[in-house]
């Protein structure tokens, strides 16, 4: 395709599908450790960039460059989101902690087993005991 015959915004969504969605897809599998998640953000980054496509100026960055940008801000979103997701059936927060631990774990790590237990969910919270038994 010549420079002249680009779209009038200079953005091709199909054809930089084609170009960038592997790529794409597997820095968001990367980042999220979730395939099916990964798939949706490399959607909601190609709906963000066709949206926002007026505003591509490849003087400034390149498609790719562009690209991945709004996929770091995608899976940022999700990541966030992730964190804030609520069970229907117990109404505690799920996700995992940094590091891919639970939050329990995550907190035992830190402050020891009442931190671990305050982490816990109030199902949970009467199966591991203030202090640990010392024989």
Do not use: K, Y
Not at 21 to 35: Q, T
Not at 81 to 104: F, I, K, L, T, Y
Request: net charge positive; aromatic share 6%; charged share 30%.
């Amino acid at each position: 395709m010549e420079h002249g015959d680009a779209p009038a915004a200079g953005f091709d969504a199909a054809r930089a599908f084609d170009l960038h969605a592997a790529a794409l897809l597997g820095f968001a599998v990367n980042a999220l450790r979730d395939r099916a998640l990964a798939e949706d953000c490399l959607q909601e980054t190609f709906l963000r960039a066709w949206r926002a496509r007026d505003r591509f100026d490849p003087a400034r960055a390149s498609e790719r460059t562009w690209l991945f940008a709004i996929a770091r801000n995608v899976v940022a979103d999700a990541l966030r989101g992730r964190g804030r997701s609520v069970r229907a059936d117990e109404g505690e927060p799920r996700g995992r902690a940094r590091g891919g631990r639970r939050p329990a774990r995550a907190a035992a790590g830190r402050g020891g087993p009442r931190a671990a237990q305050r982490a816990a969910s109030r199902g949970h919270r009467g199966c591991a005991p203030a202090r640990p038994q010392l024989r």
